[in-house]
């Protein structure tokens, strides 16, 4: 069977995005906080953090899924920084822990929201008057608190451990990406053509959210909620049988 040129290019990219997010961390944080959307919502302001959360959410149900993820994301960059260490698969079957999570903190924000009599005014930089999440030096507890985490997670669990298990902005892509499948939207996705697969299951291998890829080529179904569109797959697999399509 012919070799397809892969292409590394891609994965340097990729890679690059996620250093330079991890680099900014310190800027970007509050912007991101489960807390400060809490701590907001008792006060009846939409912050920065809840705006984000709705752009990840329509973003994913208007066209890239949870590519935020794979390319752009400082704790799942956080979480690759961790491969050379620890890069045993993760048990997927773990994956209800963020939900159980993400639903008590949902209801949470609700909750906070409705006591202060719905949101009635906006703040985008809540608690973040400078625009630097990081401006003084308590701020690192919080910080460094957040990065132990997800290193523990991912040393412990496995490959993006803590993506898997308490990753507070995965739920809303999901479920953004679903509503899309229902309503048959255009999308960029993962096609496969099965019929050139060899079982090398070198894009198994190279899944960072531990996915069984070479079952989804077989199965004829890309589709995984899990998956980050990162594009491993489609760059390891030496005979060109992934491809990146946009497709309903």
Same mark, same amino acid.
């Given at each position: ?19 330079? /997010? ?5 800027? $970007? ?7 400060? &959307? +809490?701590? *907001?919502?008792?006060? !009846? ?89 990081? /401006? ?5 507890? $919080? ?7 997800? &290193? +523990?997670? *991912?040393?412990?669990? !496995? ?90």
């Amino acid at each position: 069977m012919t070799q397809v040129k892969q292409n590394p290019f891609r994965q340097r990219i990729r890679k690059s995005v996620l250093l330079l /997010s991890l680099l900014l961390f310190p800027v $970007t944080m509050n912007y991101l906080s489960p807390y400060l &959307i +809490i701590d *907001s919502a008792a006060q !009846g302001i939409v912050n920065a953090s809840l705006v984000v959360f709705v752009l990840l959410f329509l973003l994913a149900f208007a066209f890239v899924g949870r590519a935020w993820c794979g390319w752009v994301c400082p704790a799942g960059a956080l979480s690759e920084v961790c491969f050379p260490i620890q890069n045993k698969p993760f048990n997927n079957r773990l994956n209800w822990i963020k939900w159980v999570i993400w639903g008590i903190w949902l209801a949470a924000i609700v909750f906070m929201a409705l006591s202060a009599g719905g949101y009635q005014t906006i703040d985008l930089l809540y608690k973040t008057e400078s625009g630097i999440s990081i /401006s003084e030096p308590f701020m690192y507890i $919080t910080y460094y608190f957040v990065l132990g985490t997800f &290193i +523990i997670l *991912s040393l412990t669990l !496995g490959k993006r451990g803590g993506c898997h298990t308490i990753c507070w902005m995965a739920p809303f892509m999901i479920i953004g990406r679903r509503c899309s499948n229902l309503l048959h939207l255009p999308g960029l996705r993962l096609k496969a053509e099965t019929d050139a697969c060899t079982a090398c299951q070198r894009c198994t291998t190279a899944c960072p959210m531990s996915l069984e890829v070479h079952h989804m080529v077989e199965n004829h179904d890309m589709e995984n909620g899990e998956c980050i569109l990162c594009g491993n797959c489609v760059d390891a697999c030496p005979h060109g049988v992934i491809h990146y399509r946009v497709t309903p």
